[in-house]
């Protein structure tokens, strides 16, 4: 039986820059997507799975754990996302019996939305093109050592 893999796992596995993949037998078709902002990174496959676990936990710090991250690291992504955005995508609010919390705003769920077409048309695109090339590269017949 599989063992289920851990939100760190998850993550880690996950978190490569948003890499994209489409493979035959021999040989697959890479390819790796962000968004750059005026201070670098603003969007990528890991600050996406940060805003979700956001949105699933309501909480920064919940979401930090979840991807076995520190809050301070969680805080940076979004305070950086926050500013390059020019609007929050993730607003906090404190006090209530449960002490705060965050969650999306409207443009964080928007920008989630274009992230993930973004990947989807990627990878559609890695799938026409190893139609494309991959049956143009040689194949060898022969075990490698």
């Known amino acids: 039986m599989k063992r289920k893999k851990t939100h760190r796992e998850d993550y880690k596995e996950r978190h490569k820059v948003c890499e994209v993949e489409s493979r035959d037998e021999n040989f ?3 390819g790796k997507i962000w968004i750059e902002g005026p201070e670098g990174t603003f969007l990528g496959y890991g600050r996406v ?3 979700e676990k956001i ?3 309501g909480s920064i710090s919940s979401a930090a754990r979840a991807l076995g991250m520190s809050y301070r690291q969680a805080w940076g992504l979004v305070d950086s996302m ?3 955005a020019g609007r929050p995508l993730v607003e906090t609010f404190i006090g209530g019996k449960k002490g705060g919390g965050a969650r999306l705003t409207q443009a964080g769920e928007e920008v989630l939305s274009i992230f993930w ?3 989807r048309d990627f ?3 890695l799938d026409k093109e190893k139609e494309k090339i991959l049956p143009k590269l040689p194949h060898s017949s022969k075990e490698l050592p």
């Open 28 to 30: 697959s078709l890479k």
């Open 49 to 51: 799975i940060l805003l």
């Open 55 to 57: 949105k699933e936990y």
């Open 82 to 84: 926050n500013r390059q």
């Open 117 to 119: 077409t973004f990947y």
């Open 123 to 125: 990878q559609n695109f």
